[in-house]
């Protein structure tokens, strides 16, 4: 994914170390995101936790407050 072809809301959060690859997005003022890669291959072996912790804070997030609160974010 080129970089400059991303909407305005659309910001890049994750590069490849490899190759500089577009891996992780973030969607402002909503709770999208997204991740494409490997994990188990980052420098340590945490260094994807905050992903995960993102992730299970969302569901609890929908999970309190319904699905259609969560997407008027």
Known sequence: VDESTLP???VATHRSLFDGTLQGID???SP??????HPEA???PHDMAPLFERFIRNMDGWKKSGVRAMLSK
Do not use: E, K, L, Y
């Open 8 to 10: 305005d809301n659309v």
């Open 42 to 44: 980052s420098p340590g």
């Open 32 to 37: 999208a995101f997204g991740f494409q890669g």
């Open 27 to 29: 969607v402002t003022g």
